[in-house]
């Protein structure tokens, strides 16, 4: 019969095997789980409040915050959606009005002065005979067939995935709501870590988590007011639109809220206002720009009781190191790394505490300004004479 140290080593051989098949059966939705976590631990306290009105109904009131959060999702997008398409109706039904009535050359009139001179020189390259423009078509079409083919499927499979993803997470956020608490006693039953460490690591995610979240919307919508701002400065078309446009980009750290501005900088370049245009683009670059690099630390610092430079670096690290989910994972990171160290050096630490610090439970006594011994017990509790055996 094998000793129970050759059963233990292959014990412990069988939980690794096991971990590490667990990792390839929830790495195609690591990202989906991560996020649904991490928006479980926001609206934690949500929920709590919400079932209890509810009388206890857990499900109907994760029910009710999924249903919230797809809302908000599907609504603006709907409304940004339906804006864009009614604009390009629009445009579409004016140029072939003004086509019909006053021909190509009333069209390029309609067109303001910057871009009037550009549009005519390429109308008169084009081929002027049927045939040949026909012809062109034809050739253009066969040689980027195959690119556009390949453009629309990757695009078509991008959406799917990100949908896939998108439900998924969604689904495991109703789950986390639900049985949440008991995942979590789970959890700190088979934790190898002293009984309330690993409450307390979850407690210091939760809160970097929430910090994170709360921080990057805000910032975003501080950034989509100030690009409002210079909207209304410089008399951009529709303000509220490219506004909520600068918001939903913000979002996005790969794109960034810079860019909304600089494209409504382009749209009045060429629509003959070069120094609103110049003005614009300045300010987008320089206000809107630059306030996500202020404003989100500065944010996130009040939950996450950290340095704002330490969490300006974790963000920027977190970005390049993993991209767009970076910007959670970095601050949590070094939340995990700054609660370890310190569960350590207040369970495991110095024996010996150095003047000034607190006395360290079951630890030797220490000596106050007064030049008194204080004895303290096991729980830091002061002993007293009734505590002293004789």
Known sequence: MASDQVARRVFVGLILLSIFLLCLVIRPFGEALFLAAVLAGTFHGLHRRLSHRLRGHDSVSAGLIVTGIVLALLLP???????????????????????????????????????????????????????????????QVTNQGGTAARAVTGAVAATGSLVLQTTMMLIALFFFLTDGERLVQWIESVSPLRRGQTKELLHEFRGTSVSVLVSTVATAGVQAAAALVGFLIV????????AGLTFFFALIPAVGAAVVVLLASGLMFLSGHPWAALFLAIWGVVVVGLVDNVVKPLLAKKGMNQHGAVIFFALLGGLAAFGTVGLLLGPLIVAFFLSVVRIYERDYGRPNPRPGDPATPGGPPVEPTDGHVVLTSASGRPLTDEDTPH
Do not use: H, N, Y
Request: without cysteine.
């Open 235 to 242: 008399g951009v078309p529709a303000p509220l639109f490219f």
């Open 77 to 139: 997008l709907g409304g940004l959606t339906a804006f864009v398409v009614a604009e390009v109706s629009e445009g579409a039904r004016f140029v072939s009005q003004t086509v019909k009535t006053d021909g190509m050359d009333g069209l390029v009139g309609k067109l303001p002065s910057g871009i009037r001179g550009p549009v005519s020189s390429l109308i008169d390259r084009l081929p002027l005979e049927q045939e040949q423009l026909d012809q062109k078509l034809q050739e």
